[in-house]
């Protein structure tokens, strides 16, 4: 790590830091398509584009620092989330959402899990990378936030029974502060937590920027058993340099800590033989992608297979301070090093299919063009700001040996309504049917709509293709094929 003046302004500029949100625009995080009429793109461009674009991972809006989480036989994606409208200097993150899925691929939108400045009375109202495990029979929550009544960043810890919060403070205050880290210089050295728990029900809390700290947890997950202790940052343990974004993780008898190194970030990671160290210099596993300034790994095992999760400003429109985020799989060499690790377009293959026979929420996808997500009281998350052109892939979806013959779409409508159009393997692709959505009333006032289809058997991707008039089509809850 440089200690000079320069290399140190350099890293400080580049905390996260609570400005003033203008309310977002409402399009588009993708390529504006709607806006011209479909005849003009080639079918060729629209299937190298789209069809088998799947990173990032989520395009309905920006994620970062991804948390991934198994629990019960489902992937749980917790992320940061950027606002549309962060500005080039600065990062403006305010909430955590959540994304499930059983297969890799089609993800289900959960939308916001925990806003820290709902949350936290003592937060000055900015996120930071986070991490939620699960542990006791509940789920605890652990970010980094401003702190109001000490100085700089500090770690706080929510609590939930379910994945999907409400998640509550249960402390009041921070569970971390500047001023408890005895060894910090500076005022954001409380950045990135991640937790460990080891076989033997042992808990772990590690955390920093241009530092790296660990302190175990008491058993209730809330507060520390002892004193804080500080890793020195020397190229033995962290080879050129440790910046932030820590993750533990036990594989057999040997135990891993990711990292991001550098500004721009890489990620290289260390091993040790126990969750407290010495920790030795495994090497670098990812470069740094494109032109995003920061990068947070996020590991899992799932299904037996190995994954990386990481971010870019892969979206268009997005930028250092508007990330995304995407998953690799990866495999241990023999000797338990990791390999290098690129980004790949296509992402990951499937781990599963996707029964069409259950009722399946509209935000479940692999790939969308266009479309946002709101959520309410009533329906929870659902698919907006639906328009001409607009679409959603689903991979992967399994009609079985005896097909199906109906189609189920719940919808609302407050304008003059559009179509939903069923194609398989590309948005040219065999059409099997077709619903016109007509104006319900109100964009609440929701509706199931039914359609005949044409037999399918077998495995495909399926392709909900929207079209109509100028403006907003109707809002999207949910669909089901019989």
């Given at each position: 790590m440089n200690s000079n003046a320069?290399?140190?302004?350099?890293?400080?500029?580049?905390?996260?830091?609570?400005?003033?949100?203008?309310?977002?625009?409402?399009?588009?995080?993708?390529?504006?398509?709607?806006?011209?009429?479909?005849?003009?793109?080639?079918?060729?461009?629209?299937?190298?584009?789209?069809?088998?674009?799947?990173?990032?991972?989520?395009?309905?809006?920006?994620?970062?620092?991804?948390?991934?989480?198994?629990?019960?036989?489902?992937?749980y994606l917790y992320t940061g989330h950027d606002e549309d409208d962060a500005p080039d200097s600065r990062f403006v993150m305010h909430d955590y959402q959540c994304f499930t899925t059983t297969d890799m691929v089609n993800w289900t939108h959960h939308g916001v899990v925990l806003d820290v400045r709902k949350a936290f009375e003592w937060s000055g109202g900015d996120a930071n990378a986070a991490q939620c495990i699960h542990q006791n029979g509940k789920f605890y929550y652990y970010v980094s936030t401003a702190d109001k009544t000490h100085p700089g960043v500090a770690l706080g810890v929510a609590v939930s029974d379910s994945p999907f919060g409400p998640f509550k403070d249960v402390l009041g205050h921070a569970l971390v502060t500047n001023d408890q880290t005895k060894y910090a210089r500076h005022g954001w050295d409380d950045l990135d937590p991640t937790v460990f728990i080891d076989n033997d029900g042992r808990a772990f809390l590690y955390w920093g920027n241009n530092a790296c700290y660990f302190a175990e947890l008491n058993e209730d997950m809330i507060s520390l058993k002892g004193d804080i202790s500080n890793i020195p940052l020397t190229k033995e343990a962290f080879g050129p340099d440790f910046e932030e974004a820590p993750w533990l993780y036990r594989r057999g008898e040997q135990y891993y800590l990711w990292y991001a190194s550098g500004i721009p970030e890489s990620i290289h990671y260390a091993v040790a033989n126990n969750p407290v160290g010495p920790w030795h210099y495994g090497g670098e596993v990812m470069d740094i992608q494109e032109t995003s300034g920061s990068n947070h790994p996020g590991i899992i095992d799932y299904k037996g297979r190995s994954y990386l999760f990481y971010q870019t400003d892969s979206l268009p429109n997005g930028i250092d301070k508007r990330r995304s985020v995407c998953v690799e799989e990866f495999k241990y060499n023999p000797d338990g090093s990791v390999p290098r690790i690129s980004r790949s377009a296509e992402g990951?293959?499937?781990?599963?299919?996707?029964?069409?026979?259950?009722q399946t929420e509209a935000e479940t996808m692999a790939w969308s063009q266009g479309v946002k997500t709101e959520k309410n009281d009533t329906v929870g998350v659902y698919v907006s700001d639906i328009d001409n052109a607009d679409y959603i892939r689903v991979r992967d979806v399994d009609f079985g040996i005896q097909g199906a013959g109906q189609f189920w779409a719940r919808v609302s409508c407050g304008s003059e309504g559009g179509r939903i159009d069923l194609r398989l393997g590309s948005p040219y692709g065999r059409l099997l049917g077709r619903i016109q959505v007509k104006n319900t009333g109100g964009w609440q006032n929701w509706e199931t709509l039914s359609c005949r289809i044409r037999k399918v058997t077998g495995v495909y991707d399926l392709y909900l293709i929207f079209s109509g008039g100028n403006g907003e089509l109707f809002h999207f809850d949910w669909w089901k094929f019989e």
């Open positions: 320069s290399t140190y302004a350099l890293k400080i500029h580049r905390v996260k830091q609570l400005v003033p949100v203008r309310k977002p625009y409402r399009k588009r995080s993708l390529f504006p398509l709607s806006k011209y009429p479909v005849f003009i793109l080639t079918a060729s461009l629209w299937l190298a584009l789209n069809c088998a674009a799947q990173h990032p991972i989520v395009q309905t809006i920006f994620t970062a620092d991804p948390a991934p989480l198994v629990h019960d036989g489902i992937l990951v293959k499937p781990a599963g299919l996707l029964n069409p026979r259950i």
